[in-house]
Structures are given as structure tokens and as C-alpha cells.
């Protein structure tokens, strides 16, 4: 175990090999990985280990395929559903290593429920059991965990990552630990919206490595929205799978085909955005069958939390729905991966999770509902053991007295820092861009331009004159994160000129073989985007 | 939202402080937690099922206060029901073992 040293600046102070930043279930794995390789191992939380994040207050699918021949079949089919931007290779390192540790969480005992024939069903995770149990396996592992210590910044030698730094919000000190590796593992951006988990998920990993050097991917898939109760936090999607919806009149949604929407996830979100532009819409759950009910009620309790604290029976009564928007959660953009153990490119700096582009992983379609969170299963593995390696390979070399301090948007701004611009009419003025259906959801070019364009002065001020002191550095590093992401993503979205997966133009219907590739972002305040041509050569072979 | 913190039912252990990802909590010298931070209250019920004594309460509504009392969530037996749905109890995790969602995906 480290020993905490209090610094001249009364800040704490560890040293480590490999430091996680992040304590969903993808910096858990990563943790549990690099401790498994002999590595002293930090994770610093901006929340709770166990409670933070996605999953904690979820209850997540996995993508679970068995070893076997049937396994190639799986991945294929999926893969045609990707908008042709998925990986099969990665496809399939994940599902074998996202199975070995759904086998792994079985052995350590892990409370599964069982199929009738008595056998485990480990493909489905409850998210409260599955976060606190991780937390423990985390803690018997030897890792030193912090929990409520947001990081704020990386730190670099000049050749590679050495270490974060950020504040202990609960205590109010700054904190610093000295690292040979860094994993990435702190979740998308959901541009504050408010939907489960998503508080500290403000897309502080992007600018993060960013700043660092590393590249984004992906950035323009964040069209991806969820069915929820009007006003809750509730964005799963399961139980609307079994749902009647109908406008404010009374007339029922209808489908492609003329008839009434009974099914309103997946394709079908997209006509109950429609009717979402032009007024409020209603739905009831009258497809499921009261087996089925009793079924969703016990398997997916806290979708029934909202109907009834309501007073509210959703199988037989109308109630008021809306569509969360996801940004990257739900999303597949994140940070750029370019090895097979989790690498970002910059010396030292690893990626899991949420954090990373699950391009690879699902294209230009969600990864919701299995893909992602064997995504996270597999990629802490991998990022966790990458980081072990590498700072194995640099043990020995004395921490540099020299160390940069990556961190500026938010934290040292290009110009005078200014009072009159706060973290909340940031995030307020990026969240007008990004979360309303008829921009987001539905794109067009002339809206794109706009955007663009706002997001580019809401930018300015950020990097010019936002500023925080103490704890509010939280607040400010995270307005200019979700300013960032949000700059990106529009970015992206104007660059691909073409409809794909969850990029939808209504300008520009349709694929485009021209736009067969994932496109790339690089650099912070003046960044370029290029198509990732390997894919093309790939595809061509 | 976070809305009630039961002075009544609550132990003063202050777990709900350590264990809320948003850190909408703060401890007090006098006991009780209080909700310093509703702003930021991501509405995922999960003080409530690590309260050992049901003594917290989070309305549904995700994007400000209901103004719901005390008496009114007891009325109702609204304390503790997102636990007991889980089958968690006195903040102990419990109940997975018994949840059917491998039916739906079925259903599905
Ligand atoms: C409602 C909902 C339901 C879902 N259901 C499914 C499903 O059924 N199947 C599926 O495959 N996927 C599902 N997902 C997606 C899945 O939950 C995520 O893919 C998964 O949680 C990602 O894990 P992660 O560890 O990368 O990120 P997260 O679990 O989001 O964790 C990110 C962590 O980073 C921390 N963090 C953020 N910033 C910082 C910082 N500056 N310093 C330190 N720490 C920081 C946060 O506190 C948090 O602990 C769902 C998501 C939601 C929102
Ligand atoms: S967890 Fe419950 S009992 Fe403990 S301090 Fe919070 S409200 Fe009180
Ligand atoms: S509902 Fe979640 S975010 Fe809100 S106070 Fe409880 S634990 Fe914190």
C-alpha cells in the first residue's frame, strides 16, 4: 500500500505504477487487472466506487457469446449492423474476454441468477450488486481507492504520462499521484442531461487526453436518445419495447408501415421523435402481457420507481414520455484506441471503457443494452494490463523533478479570467446545441453551421477566460469538457456529409461509400479531422 | 430528486454522504446529513438503498423538487420501496439471484 505523504502545499501526494482515473465497472476491471500483474495500483473517483457511473444505477445486458463455432455467426451479425465501421477483430477479442470475466465474476461468487434447468444466466449484470460487489474485489486486490477525488488534469514528463492530479472534494485538498502508467476510465459525456449516472459524467477523459496529445473518434455518433417518463431520469428503453404512444389528441403514433407503433425502441425511436417536435406524447405499456409484467416490474424495479411514486399504472394508464439524450454514454465517440492493449498513442496514456470510441466496437450504431458493458468487462482487462506493462518497463526511472501540468481550458486560461462567465451558462449554452431533437437528433447541414458557430464563441470564452478556484475547478474543468465534446461532436457531424447509423441528415439521406471510415480528431483548440483510411484498405482487402 | 432526509429515522452514520456519486450530502456536527447539493442530485436512488434505516427519499421528478413532506412519503409507504423491490435490506445488497430479466430478453 502507498503511504500518503503530505506535501509542502498540504496536498496529498502517492506514487503508484499505474493510476485509474474513474470507478465504473470499466476502471474496476482495470484496477482489479494492472493488481493481478503486480502492479501498485491508485484509483481515484470522482464519485464512489460502487455507486458512480452508468451502470451503478442500471441494470446493464452484456453482449455474452459463448466459446464455440456459433461465435463468428454472432459477431457477423452483429457486425452488419454497424454501419460497416465496427472491427470484427476487436468484435471478437471482446466477446472472449468479456466472457472469460462474466465466468471470472461467477467464481469469485458473484450472485447470478439461475435459468430453470438450474444453470447460471451471467449475461445480465444488476448494476447497485455488480458495482459494490466489483468495489470489494477492487479493495481485496490491494488498491488503494479514492473515492470523491475528481482528477483535473494529467501529468507529463515531456516524453510520456507520469501521473494526475485533481482535488479531494470532500476534504477540499489537491491531490497528486505520481504514476508510470495512467488509465482513462471516466465515462462518456452526457452532456448533463439528466439521466442515470450522468452527473459526473462530463467527458473529462476526452479533453483530458486531449490535452495530452491523444485523438477522438466517433465524436459525430451522439444521436443516440432513450425513451424515459416525462421529467425522470428513467432512460431505459426495455419496457417501451411493449408500449402504445399517441399524441396529445389522443391519435396513435404510427409506424413506417401506417400502423400504430407497438415496439417504440430501437428504429422506432425515430417516429416518436417526430411526434416529440411537434407536441407532448404519451404512452402506456399495454403490450406486455401480465407474465411479462410481473417480470419487468421485479427484473427492472427501479423503470417502475417513477409510475409509482406518480400514483401512476403504466400498464393501463397513459402517462407523459420524453427522449433523454445520451451524448457519448449511449453513443459510441471517445478516445482513439491504436494497440490491442488499450494504448491512446501517448506514452503511458491507456483507455477503457465508456472513455474510449466504441467505434470499433458497434460503428455508427448504439452499443446500449450489451455491446458496452462487455466493452467495459473487456477493455479495463486490457488497458489494466497494458498500463502494468508498461510501467514495468519504466520502474527504475526516477519520477522527473520536471512535470508538466497538462490541464488548461477550465483550469489556466489562454487569456484574463473573467467572473461574469460560469461553468452553468457554459454547460447551459452547449446543452441548446446538442440535446434538442430537431438538431441533434435530426441533423441538417444550415443547423450544423449554426451550431458550429455558437459553439465556437462558447469556446473562445472558455479557453480564454473561464476560471475556478478550490473545488470549483470541478465545475469549470467540467463546463469546459462538455464544451469541448460538445465543439467536436458538431464538428464531426458537419464533416460527414452523408446519413449513417445514429448520424441522421435530413439534408443528406443515406450512405455514402465515400464516408466508409471513421473519422479521427485530433488537438484541442485548433484540431483537424481526417478519415482513418486503414479501414478503407481493410474493407478493399 | 433528493428531497427528505428523515430526521426520525436516520442513525447518523453519514454513509449517505460517503456513498452518494454526486456528493450532494454534507455531514453535520449536530447529526443529520443535510442535502447541500440538490442541484447536482442525479436521481438514481442509490442513497436509498445504502441508507441502513430507509431514511432517505428521492422523488421521481429528475429536474427540480416536488415539494413532497415526510408524512405524505409515509402515508404511501414510499421509504424503503426501491430497496425492498431490489431486495436489498438495511443497506445490505440482496436479490439478484432472483431477478427474471433473462425472460424478458426472451419475451424480447
Ligand atoms: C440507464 C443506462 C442503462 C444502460 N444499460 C446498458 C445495458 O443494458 N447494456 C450495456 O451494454 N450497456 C448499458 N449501458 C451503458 C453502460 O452502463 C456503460 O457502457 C458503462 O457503464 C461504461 O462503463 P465505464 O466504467 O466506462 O463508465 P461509467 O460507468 O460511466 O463510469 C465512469 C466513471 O468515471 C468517473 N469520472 C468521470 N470524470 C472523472 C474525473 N475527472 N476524475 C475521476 N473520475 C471521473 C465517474 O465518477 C464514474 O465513476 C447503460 C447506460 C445507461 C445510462
Ligand atoms: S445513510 Fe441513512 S441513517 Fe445514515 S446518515 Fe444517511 S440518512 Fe442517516
Ligand atoms: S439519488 Fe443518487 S445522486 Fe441523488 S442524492 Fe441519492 S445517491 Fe445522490
Not at chain 1, 181 to 210: P, Q, S
Not at chain 1, 397 to 410: M, P
Not at chain 1, 527 to 537: C, Q, Y
Not at chain 2, 46 to 69: H, K, N, R, S
Request: aromatic residues 8%; proline residues 5%.
Amino acid at each position: 500500500m502507498p503511504k500518503p505523504q503530505k506535501s509542502a502545499s498540504d496536498s496529498l501526494l502517492l506514487q503508484a505504477d499505474v493510476l485509474v482515473l474513474g470507478g465504473g465497472p470499466s476502471a474496476a476491471w482495470a484496477a482489479v487487472a494492472a493488481a493481478e500483474a503486480s502492479a501498485k495500483v491508485v484509483l481515484a473517483d470522482k464519485g464512489y466506487l460502487g455507486t458512480s457511473g452508468a451502470t451503478a444505477p442500471s441494470n446493464t445486458g452484456t453482449w455474452c457469446v459463448p466459446p464455440g463455432d456459433n461465435r463468428h455467426a454472432v459477431v457477423e451479425r452483429r457486425w452488419q449492423r454497424t454501419g460497416d465501421l465496427a472491427d470484427p477483430r476487436w468484435m471478437l477479442r471482446c466477446v472472449d474476454t468479456a466472457y472469460r470475466n462474466l465466468l471470472r465474476l461467477s467464481e469469485w461468487g458473484y450472485p447470478f441468477p439461475s435459468e430453470d434447468d438450474g444453470r447460471l444466466y451471467i449475461a445480465n449484470l444488476r448494476g447497485p450488486d455488480y458495482m459494490r460487489f466489483m468495489r470489494r474485489r477492487v479493495l481485496l486486490a490491494g488498491v488503494t481507492v479514492l473515492d470523491h477525488h475528481p482528477a483535473l488534469e494529467l501529468l507529463s514528463d515531456g516524453d510520456a504520462i507520469v501521473g494526475a492530479a485533481g482535488v479531494a472534494r470532500q476534504i477540499g485538498q489537491d491531490w497528486r499521484v505520481d504514476a508510470n502508467a495512467v488509465v482513462l476510465a471516466t465515462g462518456g459525456c452526457a452532456f448533463r442531461e439528466r439521466i442515470l449516472g450522468a452527473t459526473g459524467l462530463t467527458g473529462d477523459g476526452y479533453l483530458m487526453a486531449a490535452e495530452a496529445g491523444a485523438s477522438l473518434s466517433g465524436m459525430e455518433f451522439t444521436g443516440k436518445y432513450t425513451l424515459a417518463p416525462y421529467g425522470s431520469s428513467l432512460n431505459k428503453g426495455l419496457p417501451f419495447r411493449w408500449a402504445s404512444f399517441h399524441r396529445e389528441d389522443g391519435s396513435p403514433i404510427v409506424g413506417p408501415t401506417g400502423e400504430p407503433l407497438r415496439n417504440g425502441i430501437g428504429d422506432r425511436e425515430e417516429e416518436v421523435a417526430r411526434a416529440l417536435i411537434d407536441g407532448p406524447v404519451y404512452a402506456r405499456l399495454d403490450q406486455a402481457e401480465p407474465a411479462l409484467q410481473g417480470w419487468l416490474r421485479q427484473g427492472q424495479p427501479n423503470c417502475f420507481v417513477p409510475y409509482d411514486r406518480a400514483g401512476i399504472d403504466p400498464f393501463s394508464e397513459l402517462f407523459r414520455i420524453t427522449l433523454r439524450a445520451e451524448g457519448t454514454v449511449r453513443g459510441t465517440g471517445g478516445i482513439d484506441i491504436v494497440s490491442d492493449d488499450c494504448a491512446t498513442g501517448v506514452p503511458g496514456l491507456y483507455v477503457a471503457g465508456d472513455a474510449a470510441s466504441r467505434e470499433i466496437m458497434t460503428g455508427a450504431v448504439s452499443g446500449g443494452g450489451a455491446v458496452n458493458s462487455s466493452w467495459a468487462l473487456a477493455s479495463g482487462w486490457w488497458a489494466g494490463k497494458g498500463a502494468s506493462t508498461h510501467a514495468k518497463r519504466r520502474t527504475g526511472k526516477a519520477f522527473r523533478t520536471e512535470v508538466q501540468s497538462l490541464g488548461q481550458a477550465g483550469l489556466r486560461p489562454a487569456s484574463s479570467p473573467r467572473v461574469d462567465i460560469s461553468a452553468g451558462e457554459v454547460i447551459e449554452a452547449v446543452r441548446s446545441e446538442v440535446t434538442p431533437l430537431d438538431k441533434n437528433f435530426f441533423r441538417t447541414g444550415e443547423g450544423l453551421e449554426k451550431s458550429g458557430e455558437r459553439l465556437e464563441s462558447v469556446w473562445r470564452d472558455v479557453r480564454d477566460h473561464l476560471q475556478g478556484d478550490g473545488l470549483d475547478r470541478v465545475r469549470t474543468r467540467e463546463a469546459a469538457s462538455i464544451a469541448a465534446a460538445g465543439r467536436w461532436s458538431v464538428a464531426a457531424a458537419l464533416h460527414r456529409t452523408e446519413s449513417r447509423g445514429m448520424h441522421r441528415r435530413t439534408d443528406l439521406p443515406g450512405k455514402s461509400p465515400a464516408f466508409a471510415h471513421r473519422l479521427v480528431i485530433t488537438g484541442v483548440d485548433a484540431f483537424r479531422i481526417a478519415g482513418a483510411p486503414e479501414r478503407l484498405a481493410e474493407l478493399a482487402s | 430528486m433528493i428531497e427528505i432526509v428523515s430526521a426520525t429515522r436516520c442513525v447518523e452514520c453519514d454513509i449517505c454522504v460517503k456513498v452518494c456519486p454526486a456528493n450532494v450530502f454534507d455531514a453535520t456536527e449536530s447529526g443529520v446529513p443535510v442535502i447541500a447539493r440538490q442541484e447536482d442530485c442525479q436521481t438514481c436512488f442509490l442513497c436509498e438503498i445504502y441508507c441502513p434505516t430507509d431514511a432517505l427519499y428521492v422523488a421521481e421528478f429528475a429536474e427540480g423538487p416536488t415539494g413532497i413532506t415526510e408524512a405524505q412519503a409515509d402515508a404511501r409507504q414510499l421509504f424503503g420501496s426501491y430497496a425492498r423491490a431490489l431486495g436489498w435490506k438495511r443497506g445490505k445488497a440482496g436479490g439478484s439471484e432472483f431477478d427474471p430479466t433473462h425472460r424478458i430478453r426472451v419475451a424480447q
